[in-house]
């Protein structure tokens, strides 16, 4: 099977386009999140992805929103050890998208995302600007939840105990 490539897919330029997408790629691929063609299975989460085995589908002929693949890789990430393999399709709770949309912001960061670009208006059903506004005044909406996880702390849990505070993780699995 051909590696996935940014060049080899279509990306929604007002997302970022391929030049996102070829940040993305790497640094999922690096924490250990597969991204791979998605052949014949059916099961898409939005147009062009799906999670399906643990692992976010791609099809290179539907034009995809780069951010959307953050979004997905945080209800990989977020998922237990043990479940990770059989994940997928998706079908996510509010609490499971909140942990999602946090995690996708604390990597959005090194993947170098302008906020605009992962909470586009293309998704969120409406509520992009309520989460661009959200983030980009410290109300980190799901962020708890990874705290829970064991994936970062609050700033207080922080401060006391030496650990790096949310939008930084101290690790990007669960």
Known sequence: MTKVTAAACTWREEGGGEAAAARILPFLEEIGIAVDWIGDA??????????????????????????????????????????????????????DEMVAIAWSYAASLPCELPMRHLFHDGGYRGDSAKLRSSFATGHYIGAPMLGLYGM???????????????????????
């Open 42 to 95: 059916k099961e898409q989460l939005l147009g062009g992805l799906a999670i399906v085995e643990g692992r976010i589908l791609i099809d290179p002929d539907t034009p995809v929103w780069p951010g959307d693949l953050l979004h997905e890789a945080g209800h990989i990430a977020a998922v237990a050890p043990e479940d990770r393999p059989t994940l997928g399709p998706l079908e996510a709770d509010a609490t």
């Open 152 to 174: 970062t702390a609050d700033l207080r849990t922080a401060l006391a105990e030496g650990k790096p505070a949310f939008p930084s993780l101290s690790r990007w699995l669960r």
